[in-house]
C-alpha cells in the first residue's frame, strides 16, 4: 500500500461550487499534513498545513485531518477558475524534514 | 530574494549524453531537495542534503549524482541519460523543522527529454 493516495483526477466543476479533494495515509506517525497547489508548468506551492487533527481555514479554502481513519482533505468554497490547478497533498513525521506526497489531483473550475 | 532558482528550463539529450541541472537558492536553507515529477504520478524524491557537504539517497537515485560544496548551490548530475530520464526535475529548500511544520521551497522546474 501507498503511504500516501490521492485520487488523480480529473475534476472539473463550474464556477462557484464547493470542491472537496481528499488524500488517505497508511504511515501513523505522519503528524504534519500539507497541501501545495501546481498551476500548470510551475513548481508547487505550499497552500495550508495543519499539525495533527482538526480543521484551518484560510479564507476561502479549509484543511482538515482525520487522524483516527487517516484522512487529509481540502475544501474551496466558491470555487474560482484561477483554482484551477494541480493539488497535492503531503505529509511529514514530528521533526522529519522530508515530505511524502499524494499523486495530486488535477482540478479545472469551468466559467 | 530569487527564491529557487533552476536552469536549464528545458533540455533535450540523446541517450548516453550526460548533463548538470542547476538548482541554488538564496533563503539561506541547510535542506535541499531533488524531485522528478512524471504525468500523473507525484513528486518521487532522488537526493536530498542537510547541509553543505552532506547528501544522501532518495526514494529514485540509480542514474543521477548530486554534490553540495556550498548553502546555495545544490546541483544535480544525470549520467549516461536514458529515455527513462524523461522528466519534469523540481528542485526544493526548506529551513529547520520547527513546530509549526517544514515547508518546502520549489523552483520553477526542468522539463528534459531524453531522445
Known amino acids: 500500500q501507498k503511504e500516501v493516495e490521492q485520487d488523480p483526477g480529473p475534476l472539473s466543476v463550474p464556477e462557484g461550487a464547493i470542491v472537496s479533494l481528499n488524500c488517505t495515509y497508511s504511515?501513523?506517525?505522519?503528524?504534519?499534513f500539507m497541501w501545495y497547489r501546481q498551476y500548470s508548468r510551475k513548481g508547487p506551492e505550499l497552500l495550508m498545513y495543519t499539525y495533527s487533527s482538526g480543521n484551518k481555514e484560510d479564507g476561502r479554502f479549509t484543511a482538515q485531518v482525520d487522524k483516527s481513519s487517516k484522512y487529509i482533505s481540502l475544501f474551496i468554497r466558491d470555487s474560482q477558475p484561477s483554482d484551477s490547478a494541480t493539488y497535492l497533498c503531503?505529509?511529514?513525521?514530528?521533526?522529519?524534514?522530508?515530505?511524502?506526497f499524494g499523486k495530486g489531483t488535477k482540478l479545472s473550475v469551468i466559467p | 530574494n530569487a527564491g529557487v532558482t533552476q536552469t536549464p528550463k528545458f533540455r533535450i539529450l540523446k541517450i548516453g549524453q550526460s548533463m548538470t541541472l542547476q538548482c541554488a537558492q538564496d533563503m539561506n536553507h541547510n535542506y535541499m531537495y531533488w524531485y522528478r515529477q512524471d504525468p500523473g504520478m507525484g513528486l518521487k524524491l532522488i537526493y536530498y542534503s542537510v547541509g553543505a557537504g552532506i547528501t544522501d539517497k532518495g526514494e529514485v537515485p540509480n542514474g543521477y549524482n548530486v554534490s553540495r560544496s556550498t548553502t546555495e548551490d545544490f546541483p544535480l548530475r544525470l549520467e549516461l541519460a536514458a529515455p527513462s530520464q524523461t522528466s519534469v526535475y523540481f528542485c526544493?529548500?526548506?529551513?529547520?523543522?520547527?513546530?509549526?511544520?517544514?515547508?518546502?521551497?520549489f523552483g520553477p522546474g526542468t522539463r528534459l527529454t531524453v531522445l
Open positions: 503531503a505529509t511529514s513525521g514530528a521533526g522529519s524534514y522530508q515530505l511524502t
Open positions: 504511515n501513523s506517525a505522519f503528524q504534519y
Open positions: 526544493a529548500s526548506s529551513g529547520q523543522p520547527r513546530g509549526a511544520g517544514h515547508e518546502q521551497f
